[in-house]
């Protein structure tokens, strides 16, 4: 089968967050299983060029309609750590993807819809006719759109969509001049809200609806997720479009991939190790102790990676690092805030515990830390609002990592807790879990996690190895999304 991914990440090249890992890892897999995956992504300033190998130009004078006019686009080739990638480079006058960052732009909705009538231009002149294209967030929602208005009475009338939902929360909306400039025009055709109008703001038109609407398949990362989605809240106002869409709409449980996340491989920390030698995990933790000055005393250490933001739980963090104080544990945290008020708040707290042996944040995002973090740590928590998936409670497994984790999205599809998930045998539970979002229920888990650690080492070793026993790797997932190809190609 040959798959074409379109997306505006892929790690290691293009990262900003779990979309990227995601990417790379599920065209890996797929490839390992005898399939031909090529990606198209944005030409960024700001990439990682130095994980792209081989790097040239593969179609020149790429011209795309825009706007009655047209932009001319190089397009370059080159491999990403194995994965074939394509980079769209428009020569344009506002410099789309040569800001300096990726998002967050106040024409992001415009800059991504002609990275997504580039990408289609570029299929469509180059003659590449795969059998599927995946597509990801709101970014590439229009793709699905043109692909079905337009594309397909210009040779591409037999390519299937399977349209992969990230996050909710953020799902693109623009007016009538993203349809002026894409050439969709009909303003009053997709502003139908069996169409692209938005169900709550009928003079916006929405991205992600649209790729719900006219794609074949629709996934979101995880099982749990996908029913919150649908059922609950965490559609984000797009619970009636998936309710009309739920014959082709499903969750996927994410995967993590085990060639960099895994303590047998990883070169990021002191000393490798196995379920069977998880003692060598105290090399890793006195490791990280020196590398944070931390003290060295014996007593079990928490840590928190991951964005500060309110969709993490920004305030169950800050009250885990004084929880996990006050029961005699160090805390670290590893994280980039993603509002100045939220950074304001821990930069405050990062100064008054500058001088605790006890604890240590780290204010940004450091991908090398991380990964002795993980290795060094005993706990891990996860307090999120919101989880679609979430990778660190996966990675964290198989680094021995106990997690203690809310119960929502993919956490509940992936951590099983040791006291109370009777419908799962003992030796299958894996961490600890909460479901209230406040602070006596995050108090409730931690405790019983850090008991454990204080009371019986040797359970406490017994659950870690538990966690490493868990396979979430790419193989299901990319199984299930091989189903999903084939189901969606022969329709």
């Known amino acids: 089968m040959y798959i074409v991914q379109i997306a505006s990440e892929c790690a290691p090249v293009i990262k900003a967050g779990g979309l990227g890992d995601v990417v790379y890892g599920l065209s890996r897999e797929l490839e390992l299983r005898g399939h031909t995956v090529e990606l198209i992504l944005p030409k960024y300033d700001c990439m990682r060029y130095d994980h792209i190998w081989g790097l040239h130009e593969a179609y020149s004078d790429l011209k795309v309609p825009w706007y009655g006019s047209e932009v001319v686009c190089d397009v370059l080739c080159g491999w990403v750590h194995g994965r074939l990638c394509f980079f769209i480079e428009p020569h ?14 106040d024409d992001d909705p415009m800059r991504f819809a002609f990275f997504s009538k580039a990408a289609l231009e570029f299929l469509q002149q180059s003659n590449k006719r795969p059998d599927v294209i995946h597509c990801h967030d709101w970014q590439t929602g229009l793709i699905p759109v043109m692909l079905f208005e337009i594309y397909k009475f210009h040779g591409m009338e037999h390519q299937r969509v399977c349209y992969t939902i990230h996050n909710f929360k953020h799902q693109g909306n623009a007016g009538t001049d993203v349809l002026t400039a894409t050439g969709l025009n009909r303003a009053e055709y997709y502003f139908n809200l ?69 303590p047998e491989v990883d070169t990021y920390i002191s000393e490798p190790y196995t379920p069977d030698t998880l003692e060598n995990k105290l090399y890793n933790k006195k490791a990280l102790r020196e590398r944070l000055m931390l003290g060295h005393d014996d007593k079990p250490l928490v840590a ?22 006050d029961r005699g544990a160090q805390f670290v945290l590893l994280g980039s805030a993603t509002s100045a008020t939220i950074n304001d708040h821990f930069q405050y707290e990062k100064a008054h515990q500058n001088d605790n042996p006890n604890c240590h944040m780290e204010l940004g995002f450091d991908e090398e830390l991380s990964h002795l973090i993980y290795a060094g740590a005993d706990i891990i928590v996860v307090p999120s609002n919101f989880e679609p998936c979430g990778l660190t409670q996966l990675i964290s497994f198989k680094y021995g990592t106990v997690p203690v984790v809310r119960g929502v999205g993919g956490l509940v599809d992936t951590v099983f807790d040791i006291d109370y998930d009777e419908g799962r045998p003992p030796e299958k539970r894996n961490g600890f879990v909460f479901y209230q979002s406040d602070n006596y229920a995050l108090e409730s888990a931690l405790d019983r996690a850090l008991d454990l650690w204080y009371t019986d080492r040797k359970g406490f070793q017994q659950l870690q190895r538990q966690g490493m026993a868990c396979d979430y790797s790419w193989n299901m997932p990319g199984e299930q999304y091989i189903k999903i190809y084939d189901s969606i190609r022969h329709r």
């Not at 739980?313 to 996990?324: E, I, K, Q, S, T």
């Open 92 to 105: 344009d006058k506002d410099n789309w993807f040569r800001r300096g960052r990726y998002y967050g732009c």
């Open 194 to 262: 069996e169409r692209l109008q938005d169900n709550f703001n009928p003079f916006s038109l929405n991205y992600m609806k649209g790729g719900i609407t006219y794609s074949n398949a629709v996934t979101t990362v995880s099982p749990h997720h996908a029913w919150e989605a649908h059922h609950g809240d965490f559609g984000y106002g797009l619970g009636h479009t998936l309710h009309i869409n739920q014959h082709k709409f499903k969750g996927v449980l994410n995967g993590i991939d085990y060639n960099l996340w895994s």
């Open 304 to 325: 928190f990676i991951g964005r500060l933001d309110e969709q993490k739980g920004v305030h169950l963090v800050h009250h885990a690092m004084y929880r996990a104080l």
